[in-house]
Protein backbone atom coordinates (compact mmCIF):
# COMPACT_ATOMS: atom_id res chain seq x y z
CA UNK A 1 0.00 0.00 0.00
CA UNK A 2 1.15 3.46 -0.84
CA UNK A 3 1.26 6.01 1.69
CA UNK A 4 0.93 8.71 -1.24
CA UNK A 5 -0.78 8.36 -4.75
CA UNK A 6 0.13 10.73 -7.46
CA UNK A 7 -1.71 11.28 -10.87
CA UNK A 8 -1.59 11.42 -13.80
CA UNK A 9 1.37 8.38 -13.98
CA UNK A 10 1.80 9.76 -17.26
CA UNK A 11 2.02 12.86 -18.76
CA UNK A 12 2.80 13.44 -22.30
CA UNK A 13 2.27 17.79 -23.87
CA UNK A 14 3.48 20.17 -26.50
CA UNK A 15 5.16 22.58 -25.70
CA UNK A 16 3.79 25.77 -23.99
CA UNK A 17 1.00 24.02 -22.40
CA UNK A 18 0.29 24.07 -18.90
CA UNK A 19 -0.16 20.87 -16.22
CA UNK A 20 -0.88 20.21 -13.29
CA UNK A 21 0.70 16.99 -11.05
CA UNK A 22 -1.47 15.92 -8.12
CA UNK A 23 -0.36 13.73 -5.14
CA UNK A 24 -2.88 12.89 -2.42
CA UNK A 25 -2.58 10.49 0.86
CA UNK A 26 -5.04 9.52 3.46
CA UNK A 27 -2.53 10.81 6.07
CA UNK A 28 -1.57 14.14 7.66
CA UNK A 29 1.94 15.25 6.87
CA UNK A 30 4.42 17.63 9.22
CA UNK A 31 5.83 18.57 5.37
CA UNK A 32 5.49 18.03 2.11
CA UNK A 33 8.80 17.61 -0.51
CA UNK A 34 8.65 17.59 -4.84
CA UNK A 35 11.80 15.57 -6.18
CA UNK A 36 12.25 15.45 -10.27
CA UNK A 37 14.60 12.58 -11.39
CA UNK A 38 15.74 12.58 -14.97
CA UNK A 39 17.12 9.15 -16.68
CA UNK A 40 20.23 7.64 -15.34
CA UNK A 41 19.79 10.02 -12.18
CA UNK A 42 18.39 9.94 -8.64
CA UNK A 43 15.94 12.12 -7.47
CA UNK A 44 16.81 15.85 -7.04
CA UNK A 45 14.91 18.30 -4.36
CA UNK A 46 12.80 21.16 -5.54
CA UNK A 47 10.62 22.41 -3.07
CA UNK A 48 9.72 21.61 0.37
CA UNK A 49 5.86 23.11 1.68
CA UNK A 50 5.46 22.87 5.21
CA UNK A 51 2.02 25.28 6.14
CA UNK A 52 -1.11 24.07 5.28
CA UNK A 53 -2.07 26.20 2.21
CA UNK A 54 1.10 27.13 1.18
CA UNK A 55 1.90 28.24 -1.68
CA UNK A 56 5.58 28.45 -3.49
CA UNK A 57 6.87 29.02 -6.92
CA UNK A 58 9.99 28.19 -8.31
CA UNK A 59 10.36 30.03 -11.62
CA UNK A 60 7.32 28.14 -14.08
CA UNK A 61 6.65 25.65 -10.94
CA UNK A 62 4.18 26.48 -8.60
CA UNK A 63 3.31 24.09 -5.77
CA UNK A 64 0.76 24.35 -3.56
CA UNK A 65 0.30 22.20 -0.28
CA UNK A 66 -3.00 21.23 0.71
CA UNK A 67 -4.88 22.86 3.62
CA UNK A 68 -5.61 20.29 5.90
CA UNK A 69 -1.55 18.77 4.78
CA UNK A 70 -2.48 15.77 3.15
CA UNK A 71 -2.50 16.77 -0.25
CA UNK A 72 -0.05 18.58 -2.80
CA UNK A 73 -0.24 19.61 -6.37
CA UNK A 74 2.38 21.05 -8.67
CA UNK A 75 1.70 23.19 -11.49
CA UNK A 76 4.02 23.74 -14.36
CA UNK A 77 3.03 26.93 -16.93
CA UNK A 78 4.72 26.76 -20.35
CA UNK A 79 5.80 23.51 -20.22
CA UNK A 80 9.83 23.30 -22.01
CA UNK A 81 11.24 20.19 -23.41
CA UNK A 82 13.62 20.58 -20.39
CA UNK A 83 10.55 20.02 -18.18
CA UNK A 84 10.83 16.02 -18.79
CA UNK A 85 11.53 13.76 -16.04
CA UNK A 86 9.74 11.63 -13.48
CA UNK A 87 8.42 14.36 -10.27
CA UNK A 88 7.95 12.26 -7.02
CA UNK A 89 6.28 13.67 -4.24
CA UNK A 90 7.57 12.66 -0.25
CA UNK A 91 6.24 12.83 2.76
CA UNK A 92 8.22 12.49 6.04
CA UNK A 93 6.61 10.69 8.58
CA UNK A 94 8.96 10.31 11.26
CA UNK A 95 12.66 10.18 10.12
CA UNK A 96 12.07 8.46 6.36
CA UNK A 97 10.86 9.70 3.32
CA UNK A 98 7.95 7.73 1.72
CA UNK A 99 8.10 8.87 -1.63
CA UNK A 100 4.49 9.03 -3.63
CA UNK A 101 4.16 6.72 -7.46
CA UNK A 102 5.49 9.43 -9.63
CA UNK A 103 4.59 11.27 -12.61
CA UNK A 104 6.36 10.69 -15.69
CA UNK A 105 6.21 14.20 -17.82
CA UNK A 106 7.25 14.38 -21.58
CA UNK A 107 7.54 17.68 -23.00
CA UNK A 108 7.18 17.31 -27.23
CA UNK A 109 9.38 20.47 -28.78
CA UNK B 1 31.45 17.39 -3.56
CA UNK B 2 31.36 13.29 -3.70
CA UNK B 3 27.68 13.66 -2.27
CA UNK B 4 26.40 9.89 -2.02
CA UNK B 5 28.65 7.08 -4.06
CA UNK B 6 26.40 4.05 -5.02
CA UNK B 7 28.88 0.92 -6.46
CA UNK B 8 27.86 -0.91 -9.41
CA UNK B 9 26.08 0.96 -11.49
CA UNK B 10 25.25 -2.65 -13.61
CA UNK B 11 25.03 -5.89 -12.21
CA UNK B 12 23.54 -9.24 -13.64
CA UNK B 13 22.70 -12.40 -11.25
CA UNK B 14 21.73 -15.79 -11.72
CA UNK B 15 18.65 -16.74 -9.21
CA UNK B 16 20.09 -17.73 -6.39
CA UNK B 17 23.81 -16.08 -6.17
CA UNK B 18 23.99 -13.35 -3.71
CA UNK B 19 26.06 -9.76 -3.70
CA UNK B 20 26.57 -6.35 -1.78
CA UNK B 21 25.03 -2.90 -3.36
CA UNK B 22 27.50 -0.73 -1.70
CA UNK B 23 26.96 3.16 -0.44
CA UNK B 24 29.03 6.00 0.78
CA UNK B 25 28.48 9.15 2.15
CA UNK B 26 30.76 12.18 2.50
CA UNK B 27 28.08 14.36 4.19
CA UNK B 28 28.32 13.10 7.95
CA UNK B 29 24.51 12.68 7.59
CA UNK B 30 22.94 10.43 10.08
CA UNK B 31 20.62 8.89 8.22
CA UNK B 32 20.33 6.80 5.51
CA UNK B 33 18.37 4.63 3.04
CA UNK B 34 17.70 1.83 0.76
CA UNK B 35 14.86 2.20 -1.75
CA UNK B 36 14.02 0.13 -5.13
CA UNK B 37 12.34 1.93 -7.71
CA UNK B 38 10.03 -0.18 -10.08
CA UNK B 39 7.98 1.12 -13.10
CA UNK B 40 4.44 2.83 -11.42
CA UNK B 41 6.20 2.25 -7.88
CA UNK B 42 7.91 5.17 -7.52
CA UNK B 43 11.00 5.12 -4.87
CA UNK B 44 10.01 2.52 -2.29
CA UNK B 45 11.67 1.74 0.99
CA UNK B 46 13.58 -1.01 1.83
CA UNK B 47 15.62 -0.37 4.83
CA UNK B 48 16.67 2.62 7.19
CA UNK B 49 19.18 3.56 9.39
CA UNK B 50 19.31 6.71 11.66
CA UNK B 51 22.86 6.45 12.98
CA UNK B 52 25.77 3.70 13.18
CA UNK B 53 24.43 0.79 14.75
CA UNK B 54 20.91 1.07 14.39
CA UNK B 55 18.92 0.21 11.19
CA UNK B 56 15.41 -1.01 10.81
CA UNK B 57 13.01 -2.62 8.05
CA UNK B 58 10.69 0.18 5.50
CA UNK B 59 8.08 -1.07 3.35
CA UNK B 60 9.63 -3.82 1.64
CA UNK B 61 12.49 -5.42 3.28
CA UNK B 62 12.37 -9.01 2.84
CA UNK B 63 15.15 -10.38 0.75
CA UNK B 64 17.70 -7.79 2.24
CA UNK B 65 19.92 -7.42 4.80
CA UNK B 66 21.59 -3.86 6.37
CA UNK B 67 23.49 -3.28 8.40
CA UNK B 68 25.69 0.23 9.60
CA UNK B 69 28.90 0.28 11.15
CA UNK B 70 29.94 3.80 10.45
CA UNK B 71 28.08 6.90 9.79
CA UNK B 72 29.60 6.97 6.00
CA UNK B 73 28.23 3.33 4.73
CA UNK B 74 25.53 1.73 4.39
CA UNK B 75 25.80 -1.87 2.36
CA UNK B 76 22.94 -3.73 1.19
CA UNK B 77 23.24 -7.19 0.91
CA UNK B 78 21.17 -9.49 -1.10
CA UNK B 79 21.91 -12.84 0.13
CA UNK B 80 20.46 -15.11 -2.36
CA UNK B 81 18.80 -13.33 -5.38
CA UNK B 82 15.51 -13.89 -7.12
CA UNK B 83 13.85 -12.32 -10.84
CA UNK B 84 11.00 -10.58 -8.50
CA UNK B 85 14.55 -8.41 -7.08
CA UNK B 86 15.17 -7.49 -10.75
CA UNK B 87 15.25 -3.38 -10.29
CA UNK B 88 17.09 0.16 -10.22
CA UNK B 89 18.16 0.47 -6.26
CA UNK B 90 18.82 3.85 -4.80
CA UNK B 91 20.90 4.64 -1.79
CA UNK B 92 20.03 8.05 0.01
CA UNK B 93 21.67 9.95 2.48
CA UNK B 94 19.27 12.53 4.71
CA UNK B 95 19.24 15.19 7.03
CA UNK B 96 16.04 16.38 9.04
CA UNK B 97 15.51 19.31 10.94
CA UNK B 98 12.29 21.25 11.85
CA UNK B 99 10.05 22.17 8.71
CA UNK B 100 13.35 20.80 6.51
CA UNK B 101 14.59 17.91 5.22
CA UNK B 102 16.54 16.68 2.29
CA UNK B 103 17.44 13.28 0.44
CA UNK B 104 20.74 13.12 -1.55
CA UNK B 105 20.78 10.41 -3.85
CA UNK B 106 23.23 8.17 -5.58
CA UNK B 107 23.15 7.49 -9.04
CA UNK B 108 21.45 4.13 -9.11
CA UNK B 109 22.17 0.07 -9.57
CA UNK B 110 20.36 -1.34 -11.95
CA UNK B 111 19.95 -4.93 -10.81
CA UNK B 112 18.77 -7.36 -13.57
CA UNK B 113 18.51 -10.89 -11.39
CA UNK B 114 18.09 -13.90 -14.44
Known amino acids: TQLLEQSPQFLSIQEGENLTVYCNSS?????LQWYRQEPGEGPVLLVT?????EVKKLKRLTFQFGDARKDSSLHITAAQPGDTGLYLC?????????FGTGTSLTVIP | NAGVTQTPKFQVLKTGQSMTLQCAQD?????MSWYRQDPGMGLRLIHY???????DQGEVPNGYNVSRSTTEDFPLRLLSAAPSQTSVYFC?????????????FGQGTRLTVV
Open chain 2, 27 to 31: MNHEY
Open chain 1, 49 to 53: VVTGG
Open chain 2, 92 to 104: ASSYFLPGQAEAF
Open chain 1, 27 to 31: SVFSS
Open chain 2, 49 to 55: SVGAGIT
Open chain 1, 90 to 98: AGTPGNQFY
